[in-house]
């Protein structure tokens, strides 16, 4: 079964520090995933697609099948950053393809 | 371009009315979702249409039924609401199933049952 790991619930940060979201997940086969932003009681929008390996409002992030982790970064943090954070796995294959699933969601406030 | 809109925004129920959250994309996506949201739980997929015609359980069903009306329209129906069933509700499209652009989400619907 696919599962996505997000070890930190609150993660407090200054303006201009860097931040890291964690983001560990457990899949059989290549999977897709992605970093979904959702500012207060808004819908989600779509931050990041490993697939793409684009920058978006300066956070990054890197696959790395060896430790199956799909962290978020950004080298300064802004407060327009504070937010939850999602971060989300397709399933790509077989039957239930298409499916997304989440992990709890990481709620970062940055501090002036 | 109204991407993915969900109706009602928010609504109230008493423990056993039924009724029905409608969702609707206009960007020709063949495959359609229902997620629900709580805290401290992320989200939650409840049903799934792969594309048109199919629709699939997902990690939550109970309780909930889905109609994939036509390609655009992918309703979702309490027939006997709980209060278990409070939660803010979110739709969402993707072009295809597989390897395509990132998912759109609707603005929610927040329901509480009482």
């Known amino acids: 079964a696919q599962r996505v790991t997000q070890p930190e619930k609150l993660l407090s940060v200054f303006k201009g520090a860097p931040v890291e979201l964690k983001c560990n997940y457990s899949?059989?086969?290549?999977?897709?995933l992605f970093w979904y932003v959702q500012y207060s009681r808004q819908r989600l929008q779509l931050l990041l697609r490993h697939i793409s390996r684009e920058s978006i409002k300066g956070f990054t992030a890197d696959l790395n099948k060896g430790e199956t982790s799909f962290h978020l970064k950004k080298p300064f943090a802004q407060e327009e950053d504070s937010a939850m954070y999602y971060c989300?796995?397709?399933?790509?294959?077989?039957?239930?393809?298409?499916?997304?699933?989440f992990g709890q969601g990481t709620i970062l406030t940055v501090h002036p | 371009n109204a991407g993915v809109t969900q109706t009602p925004k928010f609504q109230v129920l008493k423990t056993g009315q039924s009724m029905t959250l409608q969702c609707a994309q206009d960007m020709n996506h063949n495959s359609m979702y229902w997620y629900r949201q709580d805290p401290g739980m992320g989200l939650r997929l409840i049903y799934y249409s792969a594309s048109e015609g199919t629709t699939d359980k997902g990690e939550v069903p109970n309780g909930y039924n889905v109609s994939r009306l036509n390609k655009r329209e992918f309703s979702l129906r309490l027939e006997s609401a709980a209060p278990s069933q409070t939660s803010v509700y979110f739709c969402a499209s993707r072009v295809r199933a597989q390897f395509g652009p990132g998912y759109t989400f609707g603005s929610g619907t927040r329901l509480t049952v009482v």
């Open positions: 989300a796995l397709a399933n790509a294959g077989g039957t239930s393809y298409g499916k997304l699933t």
């Open positions: 899949y059989s086969g290549s999977p897709e």
